[in-house]
């Protein structure tokens, strides 16, 4: 399953504006993202319930790794809020894929990766720190 990086992204936006005691189908959630397949959101919505970066309730299914277009997409996980920090910003996600010449072929956490790193550094330069004090934070 090939995962569309700027769908992953989207989606993570979408259900983060979920309202609290509210859910969204999945079909609805790719209703709100209409430029991607609901194949691509499937397969992004099932890796990221899998992952702990999203809820899903009512996961009803005969295989335990796929969801339907009826199921209910609660909101992020502690761990999506986290990973949604670091490409959150259009600065950010633009510089990755201008810089990295094979974005489509990159995993999404791959991408994560990235971006954790660049937000390191930001913030290394920003504070001035020693190289005995860098931050490396890991935030997902």
């Given at each position: 399953?090939?995962?569309?990086?700027?769908?992953?992204?989207?989606?993570?936006?979408e259900?983060?504006?979920?309202?609290?005691?509210?859910?969204?189908?999945?079909a609805?959630?790719?209703?709100?993202?209409?430029?991607?397949?609901?194949?691509?959101?499937?397969?992004?919505?099932?890796?990221?319930?899998?992952?702990?970066?999203?809820?899903?309730?009512?996961?009803?299914?005969?295989?335990?790794n796929?969801?339907?277009?009826?199921?209910?997409?609660?909101?992020?996980?502690?761990?999506?809020?986290?990973?949604?920090?670091?490409?959150?910003?259009?600065?950010?996600?633009?510089?990755?894929?201008?810089?990295?010449?094979?974005?489509?072929?990159?995993?999404?956490?791959?991408?994560?990766?990235?971006?954790?790193?660049?937000?390191?550094?930001?913030?290394?330069?920003?504070?001035?720190?020693?190289?005995?004090?860098?931050?490396?934070?890991?935030?997902?």
């Amino acid at each position: 399953m090939k995962i569309n990086n700027d769908c992953a992204r989207k989606i993570l936006f979408e259900v983060e504006k979920i309202p609290y005691g509210e859910t969204l189908t999945v079909a609805k959630l790719q209703e709100k993202i209409s430029d991607f397949s609901i194949e691509d959101v499937l397969n992004i919505v099932t890796l990221f319930n899998k992952e702990h970066y999203i809820t899903i309730l009512d996961k009803a299914s005969y295989d335990d790794n796929d969801l339907f277009r009826d199921n209910k997409v609660k909101g992020l996980t502690e761990k999506g809020y986290k990973t949604l920090d670091l490409i959150r910003s259009d600065k950010i996600w633009n510089l990755i894929k201008e810089k990295v010449n094979n974005f489509e072929e990159l995993s999404i956490y791959s991408i994560f990766d990235i971006a954790n790193k660049i937000i390191n550094v930001q913030h290394n330069e920003l504070f001035d720190l020693p190289k005995d004090l860098l931050i490396q934070n890991n935030r997902w």
